[in-house]
Every structure is written in structure tokens, then in C-alpha cells.
């Protein structure tokens, strides 16, 4: 008899996205003229950079030919790539960061889920809250969450860190510590960011307790103010708590084409029950060559093309596009009245609902009555309930015309 692993039965199914889904076809069926606007969507728009398009068809290319053919590359990604990632994304902010601590992988939702598979099933988890739900239903599968409790919208053995209004999206040190702590700036969803004061603070409280930080990095090019991290090893001692986790996805449109990297530093040590410290870097470098076969070369000769000139080039101008989209929704919802956060640092604008209004009775009217689409705020956890997601993914004519009717509606 096969016995499953029961941990999944503990999952939630995730309604969110099916539910919007469900709800905007109803809508549309019943009123087939109206032409709704979605402003939920959390995948780019724009078409690749064209320097990133012409590296990956000449290495296509170069599969034809037995001199330049390629088979198995490097589990951990090519050097041509790593290089890069270290020239541009590390050495250029003053870190140090060697090509054995890089793993080239297909993007930051497989590297946050994956790597659970190094630590123990003991460990005690903390997410912020709200938060991106890969973090949470991972450690469901693996069973570090607990059971989940309806009436709290809460998994029993995992420490939330609420992040709203109230604390200035700032994540509060938790007073049960935990092992593993899932960060994310610029974040997702509510578009704002720490500080280096604020990520020094959570990197030391890490230090003191022994735990690591997992730190989701996956909107770095949005980042537009001078004191934001882009990094989280611009701060001192993170090296010895933390592993970053970046993605080619929103930098570079590369939602489809699939890469992103991990830096693990080889100062980054865990502990075997006996008290021995073990180098992290290793465990996941004996993960990766196990279960991984590298990413394609194909495309990451188009993630290199990313850092040539013409590619920077072409990869900001997708970028400022989607800036001024947040910029729109941001500045015009601001004089519409609403209390607005993100949207300077990250693709996402997180709206304050008026108190008392609902997430998805917001959701239901925004649709109902002028027929814009965002994500419920509860959808991301407890601590979303009262807000409202809103994305800057979508073109420029839609975006304005959406952040125009919320600011005509009555
Ligand atoms: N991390 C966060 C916080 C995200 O919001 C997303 C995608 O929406 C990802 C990771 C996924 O990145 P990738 O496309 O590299 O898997």
C-alpha cells in the first residue's frame, strides 16, 4: 500500500487566484459588454529585452554544431554567468561574494521551496505576515507548520510577524524564537522595503539566536531609494546568517524563460544535533547535484545577456515602464483619498482599506461597480485583511484608465 506524505493533507488549497478567477468570468458572462481591467496580475507584460532574445538564439545556434554543442553544464550554473552576477549584483555594492557561493537555478519560487530539503523538520519557522505563500505551504509539506486553525487564518507551529500600517510594515522581533526567518524585500505583497538600520536589526537579532534568515530578494531592480538594501549582504555580518535569493523574473522579464541564482556564503554554518557546525553551503551544493541538473545553457546565455550594455539597456526601460505604472496607481489613488503604501520600491501598490471594509468586499465591489481587478489583502494572510494588492504589471492605458475610475467612482 502506498502511504502518502500526510503533511500535504494540512495544505489550504489556495482559493485566492482560482476564486478571482471564478469570480471575474461570472462577471464577464453576465455582462459581456463592460471591459474589466485587471490590476492583479503579478507576471510581467512587457516582451524580453532583445540583446537577452539574440544571445539565447545564437546559443541555439551553437547547438548545432559538434565544436560548440552542449550537453550536461555545471549543476551550479556556468561561469560566464556567475561572473557576471558577481561583477554587477556584488562587487559594484562593495560585497565579496566567490563564484562557489552562487547556484544558478530555474528562479527564486523553486530556491525558497527547495531549500527546506538542508534544514530539519525541528526547526521553528517565522514569516512576515502577509506574505508570499510558497514560504508557508513548503514548510507544510515538510511539516514544520503545524495544523491549520480556521478561525485565526494561522498554522499552529509558525511564528507570525505581523507587518501593517500600524508598524510601518516593519517585521517585529518575535518573542518565541525561531530557527529559519523568511524575509522578502522589496516585498510581495505589500511593495515596501526595510531600511539598513531596520534589516540590521533582524540580522543581528538572527546572529544572537542562531538562526538564518532567508532573504527573497526576487524585486531588487525596483528599488529606487538611496538607503534601501539591495542586498542583504550590504549588511554587516549578514554573511554568517543569511542566504539571498534573487530571480532574472522581474528583473528581466524572465518569467517564462525561468533562472534566477542563490548566494549561500561558505561563513554561513548550520549545527548537527551533537553541537558540530556544518558549512550550509556544502549541504545545498550535495542537494543541488543530486537533484538538479543545472540550468539550461541556452538560457542562461540569454541571463548573461542581462549585463551587457545593450541588455542593461533594454532591461531598465521594461523596469521605468513598470515604475511609472506604480507611480500612476500610487499618485492618483493618494488624491483619490486612499492611504497608500508601496509602489516607490516595488511593483506593488498595498492600498488601506477604509476601517471596517473587508478585502474581498472591496474585491466585490471594485468589480461589480467599475469593473477594476486587484487581489485581496486577506488573501496573503491575516494580517492583509483591510488591504488591497494592486500591481503595476499592466500597460499604461489600462492602468490609467483604472486608477481613473476609482477616482470617479462614488
Ligand atoms: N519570490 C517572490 C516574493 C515572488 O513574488 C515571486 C513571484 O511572483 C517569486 C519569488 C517567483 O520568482 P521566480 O519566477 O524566479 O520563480
Not at 526601460?317 to 516607490?344: P, R, T, W
Request: hydrophobic share 35%.
Amino acid at each position: 500500500m502506498i502511504n502518502i506524505n500526510e503533511n500535504f493533507l494540512d495544505l489550504q488549497d489556495s482559493y485566492l487566484f482560482s476564486t478571482i478567477a471564478k469570480k471575474v468570468k461570472a462577471f464577464q458572462e453576465a455582462n459581456p459588454d463592460k471591459k474589466v481591467i485587471k490590476l492583479g496580475i503579478g507576471d510581467v507584460t512587457l516582451p524580453l529585452a532583445k540583446a537577452c532574445v539574440n544571445a539565447m538564439k545564437k546559443a541555439a545556434d551553437e547547438m548545432l554544431d559538434s565544436n560548440t554543442f552542449k550537453g550536461y553544464g555545471p549543476e551550479q550554473g556556468y561561469d560566464f554567468l556567475k561572473d557576471k552576477i558577481i561583477e554587477f549584483d556584488y562587487k559594484k555594492r562593495g560585497i565579496d561574494v566567490e563564484p562557489d557561493e552562487i547556484f544558478v537555478s530555474d528562479g527564486a519560487k523553486c530556491d525558497t521551496g527547495n531549500i527546506g530539503d538542508i534544514f530539519s523538520k525541528d526547526n521553528k519557522v517565522a514569516i512576515t505576515d502577509p506574505v508570499y505563500p510558497v514560504y508557508i505551504d513548503t514548510n507544510t509539506m515538510a511539516g514544520r507548520a503545524g495544523k491549520y486553525n480556521e478561525s485565526t487564518g494561522m498554522y499552529d507551529n509558525i511564528i507570525y510577524m505581523p507587518c501593517n500600517a500600524e508598524n510601518n510594515f516593519e517585521p517585529e522581533l518575535p518573542s518565541e524564537v525561531p530557527d529559519i526567518i523568511y524575509l522578502c524585500f522589496p516585498n510581495n505583497p505589500t511593495g515596501t522595503v526595510l531600511n539598513k538600520t531596520q534589516l540590521k536589526k533582524l540580522v543581528d537579532y538572527a546572529k544572537e539566536n542562531k538562526a538564518i534568515i532567508l532573504y527573497d530578494s526576487a524585486y531588487e531592480a525596483f528599488i529606487t531609494e538611496e538607503d534601501v538594501p539591495h542586498s542583504i549582504y550590504e549588511i554587516e555580518g549578514a554573511k554568517e546568517v543569511a542566504i539571498e535569493f534573487k530571480s532574472f523574473s522581474k528583473t528581466a522579464g524572465f518569467t517564462g524563460v525561468r533562472c534566477g541564482y542563490v548566494v549561500i556564503p561558505k561563513a554561513l554554518k548550520g549545527y548537527s544535533k551533537d553541537g558540530q557546525e556544518v558549512s550550509i553551503n556544502k549541504l545545498w551544493n550535495r542537494r543541488t547535484c543530486t537533484k538538479f541538473n543545472g540550468v539550461s545553457y541556452i538560457t542562461q546565455k540569454g541571463a548573461e545577456a542581462v549585463y551587457s550594455e545593450e541588455g542593461q539597456a533594454q532591461i531598465k526601460q521594461n523596469i521605468d515602464y513598470y515604475k511609472e505604472n506604480a507611480k500612476i496607481i500610487k499618485e492618483n489613488l493618494e488624491e483619490a483619498g486612499y492611504k497608500v503604501f508601496g509602489g516607490v520600491n516595488a511593483p506593488y501598490i498595498w492600498l488601506k482599506l477604509p476601517d471596517g471594509v473587508k478585502s474581498w468586499n472591496f474585491f466585490d465591489r471594485l468589480l461589480n461597480e467599475i469593473q477594476v481587478v486587484g487581489t485581496p489583502g486577506v488573501g496573503f494572510g491575516p494580517s492583509g485583511e483591510g488591504y488591497f494588492r494592486l500591481t503595476a504589471f499592466g500597460n499604461r492605458e489600462n492602468t490609467i484608465e483604472a486608477v481613473n475610475r476609482i477616482k470617479n467612482w462614488k
